[in-house]
């Protein structure tokens, strides 16, 4: 660990408003990558940043892909050659009359609990991937220059489920290939314990329409004879589990294997409430696989859910109708081995073959990505546990996914490099919901976290 450390950490602190003024210089820029109307502003977040990343002594580049552009940088030396990767794109804001302000005016508040930076893109990902970009204006304030070389990236397009990304990354895997890759997209255990992620969940969406009479009825004078679309499709769906909470897709749980046994008791110690978490949202009984806990049930093993479901008249009032349609989207998250597409086929084979005469199925996909887990062994892993633990004072855990992160797996699969996953995020934050914050201090420490980690990687 360089002797600089101290001093880079103080710079941080005493830059704090500074930094916090640049942040907020890049959330006021509407980059909503799903909406057409906001290309220019996602063109506009790229060029923000190439400014800064210059700013800050990297060869920093807009490169263009068929959506929106990448944002490439290069800087530091060494033999040590890490990739930093970020996304500038935000979700959309509806519906804007639930928030309390402006989504593109950033605003500092104070809360109950502290200040927070309130404004669409605070957590997901502007807030969280600018603490690596402090961490690396101290580093070169302090010593002149970055304690290893550093490669970053920056997507535009990662919220709307990143389709130029995997072309990009066979395009440039030269230039991009690191020893491992460090993503800020995460948060910290309970809100206070600081982790890094070793598994993510995959992920399979569909959609599927039964039709049946060929135009809505009369239910008084259909009612009965004439099979109902709406009474097929919820008798499937509703057996798409069994009493003990299990998926009963043929070939479900094929790859589907069990975490070590330290793993699973690292997790036990981590005093997780399945109860309290529940509680949260008004809820009190897991509804999961029986016989598992709750950290087992979001982080090791698979699900189905049922996301939307349609038929028939649903406006004010009352309307006695047949429908001659009923549709459903159904998501699968995915661990181990699972294969989303032998998946997919599966899920479809088993609806049809209970199909009832006169009806029958369209299907339309909605994206697949296998599960990704990375290798703790890696000496980037603990290094970066080792910092996290001194900088917050409790010891980092290595944790879990329940959501997916398609990016990891595809450093993975493209670029044949291990992903580090630290973020600073709380599960109060709202990340896609009004209202999203990030908190001033997760901002401070998290740039302070990434200082001491690449003073321990390097």
Known sequence: MTDALPAILDRIDAEQPKALDRLMELLRIPSISTDPAHAGDCDAAADWLVAELTDLGFEASKRPTPGHPMVVAHGGEGARHVLFYGHYDVQPVDPLDLWAR????????????????????????????????????AWRAETGGLPCR???????????????????????????????????DTGLFDDRVPAIVTTLRGLLGEELT??????????????????????????ILGGLHDDQGRVQVPGFYDGVGEPPTQIKQSWTDLGFSTEAFLGEVGLSHPAGEAGRTGLEMLWSRPTAEINGIW???????????????????????????????????????WVIGQLPPDCHVSFAEHGAGPASA???AHPAFSAAQLALSEEWGIPAAFIGGGGSIPIAGYFQSELGMQS?????????????????????ECFRKGARSWARILGRLG
Do not use: W
């Not at 047949?322 to 459903?328: G, R, T, V, W």
């Not at 989207?329 to 081995?337: D, I, P, Y």
């Open 210 to 235: 039964i039709k049946g009479p060929d135009r809505d009825l009369h239910s008084g004078m259909y009612g009965g004879p004439a099979m109902n679309p709406a009474r097929v499709l919820t008798r």
């Open 311 to 349: 038929s028939g008249y649903t406006g004010a009032g009352f309307k006695t109708v047949l429908p001659s349609e009923a549709s459903a989207k159904v998501s699968f998250r995915l661990v181990g081995g699972q294969d989303p597409e032998r998946l997919r086929d599966a899920f479809r084979d």
């Open 374 to 376: 990375m290798d703790p």
């Open 150 to 184: 550093i490669t970053v990236l920056f997507e535009g397009e990662e919220e709307s489920g990143s389709p130029s990304l995997v072309p990009f990354l066979q395009a440039n895997a030269d230039e991009l290939r690191a020893e491992v890759a460090l993503i800020c």
């Open 420 to 440: 580090l996953l630290a973020g600073f995020a709380k599960d109060d934050d709202q990340i896609h919901s009004p209202n999203e914050k990030y908190d001033v």
């Open 102 to 137: 402006d989504p593109f005016d950033p605003a500092i508040e104070k809360t109950a609990r502290g200040d927070v930076i309130r404004a669409r893109g605070a957590s997901d990902d502007k807030g969280q991937l600018m603490t690596f970009l402090e961490a690396c204006r």
